[in-house]
Nanobody, 124 residues
Framework: QVQLAESGGGLVQAGGSLRLSCAAS????????MGWFRQAPGREREIVAA????????YYADSVKGRFTISRDNAKNTVFLQMNSLKPEDTAVYYC?????????????????WGQGTQVTVSS
């Protein structure tokens, strides 16, 4: 199992930026895909972005394309989510997740390992 530790959430004004970090441990990262999901009050958890550790293939939800960037740092075993041009509708708890396969999937059911979540609040 992959253990995940998230950081970087906070309060930001609309149009601002935040960078979320998720440090992974427990097994080689070459065999995993990692994703960022979010859950707003009263809404179901949804995928934001994902990346394959092996080849760098990425996926972005339509709602964040052009604003968010997912990336990875091999030396730090860490995945990042750079969030720019934030909107109030981006307000949610953001979760880091991992699956023990290099193939990206967009369903939460395909990610057995999860971080604790970090709150992102965007004020208007």
């Amino acid at each position: 199992q992959v253990q995940l530790a998230e950081s970087g959430g906070g309060l930001v004004q609309a149009g601002g930026s935040l960078r979320l970090s998720c440090a992974a441990s427990g097994r080689t990262l070459s065999d995993i895909a990692m994703g960022w999901f979010r859950q707003a009050p009263g809404r179901e958890r949804e995928i934001v972005a994902a990346i394959s550790w092996s080849d760098g293939t990425t996926y972005y939800a339509d709602s964040v394309k052009g604003r968010f960037t997912i990336s990875r740092d091999n030396a730090k075993n860490t995945v990042f989510l750079q969030m720019n041009s934030l909107k109030p509708e981006d307000t949610a708890v953001y979760y880091c997740a991992a699956r023990e396969s290099p193939l990206i999937r967009i369903s939460i059911a395909q990610y057995p390992s999860w971080g604790q979540g970090t709150q992102v609040t965007v004020s208007s």
